[in-house]
């Protein structure tokens, strides 16, 4: 933002012809104007590219409006008003816009929470699972880890440990059962 201070002459002049479509009488309001409004801006906003924004938004609005500015008093104070308003609506989406990261930010701790735990009672489980299997017979539990951990179909199973393929389906039926059964009870 410039730095010198601009002195108006005749401010009503000013904005009387600004709202003739005179875009030097603009520049020189802005240039005014800018000094006293932007730094008040910043101090509030703490942040420069905001405080620009909103000086911007609040000289575009007197542009778009400068036909109305004709009936006004106080220039000055109506501009101030203008800012003061225009910073409020800035604090007040900056304020939803925290809100709303802090509210996602705690939905993404969430899902890592819900994560972990899943993951550690997939591992218990795993756990349960495997110390069941741990107590199944020999050859019903090598059968089931070459279904299971392998992922071998009954057929192969059977032809890989000639045995019939019943006695396969069989075996794989009591150690569920078994599995089942084991699980209940830890659970209980």
Do not use: C
């Not at 479509?21 to 520049?27: E, G, H, N, S, W």
């Not at 900056?94 to 930010?105: P, V």
């Not at 756990?127 to 057929?155: C, E, F, M, W």
Request: charged letters at 25%; a positive charge; aromatic letters at 8%.
């Amino acid at each position: 933002m410039p730095s010198s201070k601009y002195q108006l002459q005749d401010e009503r002049e000013l904005f009387a012809q600004m709202a003739k479509d005179d875009v030097q009488a603009f520049t020189t309001i802005f240039n005014h104007y800018n000094q006293v409004i932007y730094p008040v801006i910043l101090r509030i906003m703490k942040n420069e590219e905001a405080a620009e924004e909103i000086v911007q938004d609040v000289f575009l609005k007197l542009w778009q409006n400068r036909t109305t500015f004709n009936d006004i008093e106080n220039h000055k104070a109506f501009l101030f008003r203008m800012a003061s308003n225009k910073t409020l609506d800035a604090l007040k989406k900056l304020s939803r816009e925290k809100g709303m990261l802090m509210r996602l930010q705690q939905k993404v701790n969430q899902q890592k929470q819900d994560n972990t735990n899943q993951l550690l009672d997939f591992k218990d489980s795993e756990r349960l699972v495997n110390r069941a299997v741990d107590q199944l017979p020999s050859q019903r539990q090598l059968i089931y880890r070459l279904s299971r951990n392998t992922g071998l179909s009954h057929k192969e199973i059977a032809q890989r440990l000639n045995i019939s393929h019943n006695t396969v389906r069989n075996q794989l039926v009591e150690a569920l059962k078994f599995i089942r059964s084991f699980l209940t009870k830890m659970a209980g």
